[in-house]
Structure formats: C-alpha cells, structure tokens
C-alpha cells in the first residue's frame, strides 16, 4: 500500500546516503507507530522499530519481524494499551523481541500533550528509551 511504499522508500534513500552504516530503524506517533510496527514486518531487514502509541500489525505480519520492537502507551489511553497488552502474547509466543511500556495517567499523544496528567514523566522515560535502543541497534 501506499504508507508502506513511501517507508520503503525513505529507507532505501537513507540506506544509500555517504554515511549511511547499513542498519535502519523506523519510528512513528500514533498511526504512524503502527506503520512503524508494521514495517518491522514488512523488511524484516530492519534493525529496530520504535512504536508510540500505535496498533500491532496482523500474526502473520508479526511472524515476519526480526526486528526488536519498543513501545509505548498510557494507561489513560485504554484502546492502545489494550492493543498492546494483546500483542505481548502474540509476540512472545512468535518468540520475538517485544519490549512495552504503558505508562500511568499517561493519555494518547502523551508527547504532545506534556501538560496533562502523567505525560512528562511518560516523555521523558520513553524519549530516553527510544534514544537507547535505536543507539543499540543502528549502531
């Protein structure tokens, strides 16, 4: 599909650049942390996927991935953080890497909306989770 091809892209664009090392790792926001997630699937040559908030992909895109996969919720955000509870079965049993966080009184787009609730602390984890794992696996 069309969200897919432009990913493909970009990655194939990056991967070419003068200092480019040959790993790549998607990230993505709500939809997008879906596209990330479903990515990982999609090129399974991938080295890691970040996931904010986003949906999981179907099994049999799951079963593709290779990747290690980080992501993020908020507990006030109950649709996500079930869809995440709901992957870490999946995932386990696919035996792949699956690594969440669902932070307390954190709500969707907790990035965005610093100010409410648990948001900051949410950010301030994640973001510096985020940083480490993509050091780990790009580098």
């Given at each position: 599909d069309e969200i897919?091809?432009?990913?493909?892209?970009?990655?194939?664009?990056?991967?070419?650049l003068p200092?480019?090392?040959?790993?790549?790792?998607?990230l993505g926001?709500?939809?997008?942390?879906?596209?990330?997630?479903?990515?990982a699937g999609e090129v399974p040559e991938l080295n890691a996927a970040v996931v904010f908030y986003g949906g999981a992909p179907d099994e049999a895109t799951m079963a593709k991935i290779k990747a290690p996969v980080l992501a993020f919720a908020g507990t006030d955000d109950v649709r996500v953080a079930t869809a995440v509870e709901g992957a870490v079965e999946k995932m386990k049993r696919l035996q792949k890497s699956y690594e969440t966080h669902i932070y307390q009184h954190a709500t969707h787009s907790f990035i965005q909306y610093q100010n409410l609730g648990g948001n900051a602390e949410a950010t301030a984890d994640s973001w510096a989770r985020s940083i480490a794992f993509l050091k780990q696996y790009t580098r």
């Open positions: 897919m091809r432009r990913y493909k892209a970009a990655r194939d664009y990056g991967m070419k200092d480019a090392n040959g790993k790549s790792a998607s926001f709500c939809a997008g942390g879906g596209s990330s997630f479903r990515f």
